[in-house]
Nanobody, 123 residues
Framework: HVQLVESGGGSVQAGGSLRLSCAASRYTLTPRSMAWFRQAPGNQREGVAAIYTSGVSTYYTNSVKGRFTISQDNAKNTLYLQMNSLKPEDTAMYYC?????????????????WGRGTQVTVS
């Protein structure tokens, strides 16, 4: 398994920006994709953005398209989520996760190795 540690969350005003990071321990087997999820109190965890570790494609849920950017630095085993034009509805705990499953990124299938999350609060 891979250990994932998220960081970069915080409290910002609406319209502000944050950059989340997810540091991964060395993989014994490189995952097929990585993703960011979020969970607000009382809500189910939802997939926000995903990327193939090959870097050839990304996917964003509709509510964050044009505002969030997922990227990775394979040399550092680090996943990022740049969040701009933040809205109060973006408030949630954000998690990163890995997947070895096949299928479209939009399915957010087979994700595991969850980190502890980083809190994002937008007011």
């Amino acid at each position: 398994h891979v250990q994932l540690v998220e960081s970069g969350g915080g409290s910002v005003q609406a319209g502000g920006s944050l950059r989340l990071s997810c540091a991964a321990s060395r993989y014994t087997l490189t995952p097929r994709s990585m993703a960011w999820f979020r969970q607000a109190p009382g809500n189910q965890r939802e997939g926000v953005a995903a990327i193939y570790t090959s870097g050839v494609s990304t996917y964003y849920t509709n509510s964050v398209k044009g505002r969030f950017t997922i990227s990775q630095d394979n040399a550092k085993n680090t996943l990022y989520l740049q969040m701009n034009s933040l809205k109060p509805e973006d408030t949630a705990m954000y998690y990163c996760a890995t997947s070895y499953a096949s299928g479209s990124l939009s399915l957010f299938r087979g994700y595991g190795d969850w980190g502890r999350g980083t809190q994002v609060t937008v007011s």
